[in-house]
């Protein structure tokens, strides 16, 4: 007797058909930039006139483009070192210590995740204005500026992932350690840090990565002509789309993707996100 | 209540068989039991017959009517999962009332027949608490209620102790052994504990590698295994390792000539001897009696085991009651060591069967 | 003795406690709180054209928006946007979560992602996809013209449709991966517990999986309805100039108008109509679910 091909059979199919449809619609809009930064002509119709390479070399003649990229990274990296450096020990203290007002300090080191972007950017700028009033130190359109308030959206991140990763750490290893004779940093350095360390990994490179793309807080704070990358793509946007554009975003859709290849091998993304 | 017949039912998944060509009937009200080595197949041929595995080949009729490609919720059958697999978010009395709302019998039957299969299994007070309010074993009983209170053709049990402590394990077993009985459940039951599948079972079944070796009575697997795999897995029996010298006589590796039945057998072969039927000591009257000494003594509590060296390569293991009245033998003691021709099973092949499983699933 | 150096033992490790922890929260406590409570003062400032803001402790920014037809039809607008979008995660959402939750082999790994690569390459590029796909001469309009489907371009760009369009691919990743989470953390065999006790398939997920993955489908609508709310680049790139929603607004008011009290106090309205919206989906959700 053969399988019939009844409801049953057709609800998977239809649940799958579901699933890959929704799939498709979040990965449309990436492949749609891809595919016209491949086009010979300037303006994005359809069909295309034929293929070209060349618009990845226009790039390079976009100072905006360029600069926005090197600050973007600059100001990535270094957001990423800082937001790293405050938030280990942070989660180390909020996974394995009990301590009064655990929760509230956890809630407070996420919660700039949940404060909208634009709410986040107006207040850090008036902040920066009234510390600029009150020192006299230019920090608003500032790189340092810019980094002390990526700092903010890494710190969730890199707390998020690192007591993820310390959630499934059995204490009682630490505890064979010290009674195999290892004193208190040799356990963390020999023991815990290996263990924590895909935490580590996988907060390091989302919060780079989510610092590298912000746009609605960084917009209130950059200066004059000096732009990240975002926020250069989003005006050029504004102004007009072409393939020049296009392939400014197939190098971040590229160097995101490779970001994220590499992490997957210390970490699999499916287990941390 | 009705009968269950498999037919070559086989499972693929890739180039490998899960389940290959399993045929079984299990009567009206009957208790089988499948047994085996884990990865042997027994859960995936459980769940073919609820419902949730799609065979590659074969056919399942229940109650005379094929099941094969029907949807679990389709087949009237009660599973119990290991993991109980308890609503979390209903109560115990929502649990058991869930296959009846289902059914879409009314509010009083639902509820006379849940209060039943509550009762059935001993806890009328619990039927407002939440499954994680309850302990392991209640929690067990809910699933068993569950499982019950839709009246199932077919009882499908996944190895329904293996999360209780070993104490309860004993209980519960012959507590469902009797609900069985009494309500007449034809009932499939996956063990991997062979004290439990002899205890609670009309029948046996026992595979290996996806497929079935032997189907019989716990008598029948005993004293007749079909092969040597069978021979190792249920119960125990030391392996000798040897050739069929001639009809009437077995020679080990270690040069022991040894009276036995060879059933046609000829060239490589083993020779499988339970430990309790050989005996320790003056062994006169029997066919095979051979000195040997002592390299190992386990004190067991009511029997004694010996292991007894009888040559360089070979060794038995010689199980005797505890009576209290001879002396323990200890390591290096001279012994005899007996035991009549048919206690010694000849099989062709060599080696441990059991043995070499368990070792080939540590490498895996 | 023992007891002494225990008690030694937990003071120890409560003073190693602030020191882990105590960078961290004050960075952030400065970082965020007081750029908030700096902010809603301003919003209690005056705005003189000319002379930019002067010091006041009045209402009438609050006032302002809540009286002008045009603001309010601006946050209307933003809680429709946000509504639709929400819902249509939802109902796009689920299905993907689920199969990604129950796929256990190696493709696995690859479909997420895939899910989290677009949610990492920020919301003007995933625009940008949406304006090739819109324009007037973009794939769809010349695909429907090029087989005779319709005579005219379609006005897709800048309108409302292209916006909540842009903002569901936005806001769907999040979605997903939050259901996908919880999902995974539903065992499998309840749901054939389920199908067994004769629940056929959509009858197992109104009473078994949606009761148990409620959590994170409140999570998850939480998490895209604060998005959505909050959404800037896509409404700027595919709602035009004209397609006002609050986040721009905001902007706008305070960068290019350099209005900052009326800015502030729109911020301030955008993120407590959020907060108060998020707390009554909350409620609701759980007096019906009881979690
Ligand atoms: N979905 C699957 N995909 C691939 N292989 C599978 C799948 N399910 C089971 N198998 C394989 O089929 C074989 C039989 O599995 P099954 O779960 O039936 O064993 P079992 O007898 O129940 O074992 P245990 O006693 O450990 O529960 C195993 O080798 C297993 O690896
Ligand atoms: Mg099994």
Not at chain 1, 54 to 70: E, K, T
Not at chain 1, 192 to 213: H, K
Not at chain 2, 52 to 61: D, K, L, Q, W
């Amino acid at each position: 007797m053969r399988r019939p091909l009844d409801a049953s059979r057709l609800g998977r199919w239809a649940l799958d058909g579901v699933a890959a449809l929704s799939l498709g619609f979040i990965l449309l809009p990436l492949a749609l930039v891809i595919w016209l930064a491949f086009f010979r002509q300037e303006i994005p119709s359809f069909p295309p006139e034929g293929y070209s390479l060349r618009w990845f070399g226009a790039v390079f003649n976009h100072r905006s483009f360029v600069g926005g990229f090197l600050l973007s990274l600059q100001v990535g990296v270094a957001a990423t070192a800082v937001g790293l450096a405050l938030a280990v020990p942070a989660s180390l203290a909020i996974a394995r210590r009990r301590f009064r007002g655990r929760a509230p300090v956890n809630t407070l080191l996420l919660m700039p995740l949940v404060v909208p972007g634009v709410v986040l950017g107006t207040s850090i700028y008036v902040f920066q204005i009234e510390s600029e009033i009150a020192t006299g130190w230019p920090l608003l359109g500032s790189t340092y500026g810019l980094v002390a308030a990526h700092v903010l959206i890494v710190i969730p991140w890199a707390v998020r992932l690192v007591t993820a990763s310390l959630a499934g750490f059995d204490p009682t290893v630490e505890e064979a350690a010290k009674n195999l004779g290892a004193g208190p940093w040799t356990t963390f350095r020999r023991v815990t840090l290996p263990a924590i360390r895909p935490g580590i990994v996988a907060g390091a490179m989302f919060g780079f990565v989510m610092s590298f793309g912000n746009l609605e807080m960084s917009l209130f704070l950059v200066g004059a002509g000096r732009t990240t990358l975002p926020i250069a793509i989003l005006q050029y946007l504004e102004w007009k789309i072409d393939p020049t554009v296009a392939a400014a975003s197939v190098m971040q859709i590229a160097l995101i993707g490779a970001a994220m290849l590499v992490t997957d091998r210390y970490v699999k993304i499916s287990q941390v996100v | 209540m009705a009968q269950l017949e498999l037919r070559d039912l086989s499972k693929r998944y890739g180039e490998h068989y899960a389940v290959r060509s399993v045929s079984l009937d299990v009567a009206d009200g009957e208790f089988l039991v499948l047994l085996g080595p884990s990865g042997c197949g027994k859960t995936t041929t459980l769940r073919m017959i609820a419902g949730f595995v799609e065979p590659s080949g074969g056919s399942a009729r229940i109650g005379g009517v094929d099941v094969t490609y029907l949807p679990p919720w389709r087949r009237n059958t009660g599973m119990v999962f290991q993991s109980y697999a308890l609503f979390p978010h209903m109560t115990v009395a929502e649990n058991v009332a869930f296959g009846l709302e289902m059914r879409k019998l009314d509010k009083s039957e639902t509820a006379a027949r849940s209060a039943e299969a509550l009762r059935l299994v001993r806890l009328e007070g619990y039927s407002e608490r939440l499954p994680r309010q309850l302990s392991g074993g209640q929690q067990q009983r809910v699933a068993l209620a569950r499982a019950l209170a839709i009246r199932p053709d077919v009882l499908l049990l996944d190895e329904p102790l293996s999360n209780l402590d070993a104490k309860l394990r004993e209980e519960v077993r012959i507590e469902i052994r009797e609900l069985q009985r009494q309500l007449g459940l034809t009932t499939v039951m996956v063990t991997h504990d062979q004290e439990e599948a002899l205890t609670v079972a009309d029948r046996l079944v026992v595979m290996a590698d996806g497929e079935i070796r032997q189907i019989g009575s716990q008598r029948d697997l005993y004293e007749r295994p079909a092969d040597r795999f069978v021979a190792g897995f249920v119960g125990r029996s030391t392996f000798l390792d040897g050739h069929v010298a001639a009809p009437d006589a077995f020679e080990t590796a270690g040069g022991l000539r040894l009276a036995s039945l060879t059933q046609g057998i000829s060239g490589p072969a083993s020779l499988a001897l339970r430990p309790e039927r050989l005996t320790l000591g003056p062994t006169n009257a029997l066919d095979n009696r051979l000195p040997g000494r002592v390299e190992f003594v386990s004190y067991l509590g009511a029997v004694l085991e010996l292991h007894v060296r009888l040559s360089p390569a070979d060794r038995v293991v010689v199980q005797m009651p505890n009576r209290g009245d001879a002396a323990v033998p200890k390591v290096g003691d001279a012994v005899e060591v007996g035991w009549p021709r048919e206690a010694g099973l000849v099989f062709a092949g060599q080696g441990n069967p059991a043995i070499e499983r368990e070792n080939q699933n540590v490498e895996a | 003795m023992r007891s002494v150096a225990a008690v030694e033992g937990r003071s120890n490790q409560r003073f190693g406690a602030a020191g882990l922890v105590g960078p961290a929260t004050i960075y952030v406590a400065i970082g965020i709180l007081v750029p908030l409570a700096i902010l809603f003062r301003y919003s209690l400032n005056q705005f003189v054209p000319g002379r930019f803001m002067v010091d006041a402790l009045t209402l009438e920014n609050y006032v302002k928006f809540f009286t002008d037809a045009y603001y309010t039809g601006v946050l209307w607008r933003t809680v429709r946007v946000a509504f639709a979008t929400t819902a249509i995660c939802l109902l796009m959402g689920f299905p993907l979560a689920y199969v990604l939750a129950r796929t256990r082999t190696r493709r696995k790994n690859l479909l997420i992602m895939l899910v989290v690569l677009p949610l990492f390459v920020g919301n003007a590029v995933r625009a940008a996809g949406w304006m090739v796909a819109f324009g007037n001469r973009g794939l769809l309009n010349a695909s429907l013209m090029g087989t005779g489907a319709i005579p005219q371009p379609l006005e897709i760009m800048f309108t409302e449709t292209a916006v909540i369009i842009g903002i569901t691919a936005v806001n769907l990743p999040f979605m997903v991966l939050t259901l996908q989470s919880v999902i995974e953390g539903i065992d499998r065999s309840v749901e054939e517990a389920a199908f067994s006790l004769g629940a056929n398939p959509w009858r197992m997920a109104r009473r078994v999986l949606f009761p148990l993955a409620m959590p994170g489908i409140l999570a998850g609508t939480i998490l895209t309805f604060i998005l959505a709310m909050n959404a800037y680049a896509t409404p700027v790139l595919l709602g035009g100039p004209r397609f006002q929603m609050m986040g721009p607004l905001v902007y706008s008011q305070f960068v290019q108008q350099n209005n900052w009290p009326f800015g502030g106090a729109i911020a301030f309205i955008l993120m407590i109509a959020t907060l108060i919206l998020t707390a009554a989906a909350n409620l609701m959700v759980q007096r019906r679910y009881r979690i």
